[in-house]
């Protein structure tokens, strides 16, 4: 794989991921939410970034988190031109292409957002570029809005050890089109590992050749 395509691959998927979060903050309600089909639904919330909600405490978290992915990016850039480079596995590169769409698509949100859109409420449509934005530089919230609740309040048997009796949702995270890509990149690197760390076939021969020698 080419870098001119890795770039574009990463070019597409932070142009629908940051299409998609435009149109919903600008058409949703916060909390708002469309049914597509009882399992497919989109419902318009936001987070401060990290993994199921979690925040972290003080003034200054949200610009901690926020800085510290902007100084681990330039580490995946060169992991991702040296992988092209050295003409590495294609399932490397594709899952090196779309875990740095996926964070460059959420930092955007964390550091323009804030200045960029008003406040969201269960009353108020966002509009952009106001005078009343909802934060500051580095202080945006990220947002999210596909949700696949494909087993919904089902009660568990009450002969399950702790859990029985409790109603559970599966699958009940709501995520967006970075998170996806995220996902599906490390996904790559665990399913086709092997594959993805893969020594390039010039390598092999070179290797076996030595040895041959």
Not at 1 to 8: A, C, E, G
Not at 81 to 104: P, Q, R, T
Not at 139 to 144: A, E, F, L, N
């Amino acid at each position: 794989m080419k870098l001119y395509q890795s770039v574009f691959l990463i070019f597409l998927i932070v142009v629908f991921d940051q299409f998609s979060k435009v149109f919903i903050k600008t058409n949703f309600f916060y909390g708002e939410e469309v049914k597509i089909f009882d399992w497919c639904r989109l419902l318009f919330i936001e987070n401060e970034g990290m993994a199921w909600g979690t925040v972290i405490p003080g003034e200054y978290g949200k610009v901690i988190l926020t800085v510290f992915r902007i100084l681990v990016m330039p580490f995946i850039g060169y992991w991702l031109w040296d992988s092209v480079e050295s003409e590495k596995s294609n399932f490397l590169i594709v899952a090196i292409s779309l875990i740095f769409a996926g964070a460059l698509g959420n930092i955007i949100d964390s550091v323009f957002y804030g200045e960029i859109f008003d406040q969201s409420t269960s009353t108020h449509l966002a509009t952009m570029y106001s005078e009343n934005n909802y934060g500051t530089w580095f202080h945006g919230k990220v947002v999210d809005m596909f949700y696949f609740p494909i087993i919904e309040d089902y009660t568990l048997p009450g002969w399950i050890p702790v859990m029985g009796g409790k109603q559970i949702t599966f699958f009940n995270a709501i995520f967006n089109i970075a998170d996806f890509a995220i996902s599906v990149g490390i996904g790559i690197l665990i399913v086709f590992n092997k594959r993805a760390f893969a020594l390039p076939k010039d390598s092999v021969s070179s290797v076996f050749s030595n040895k041959l020698d």
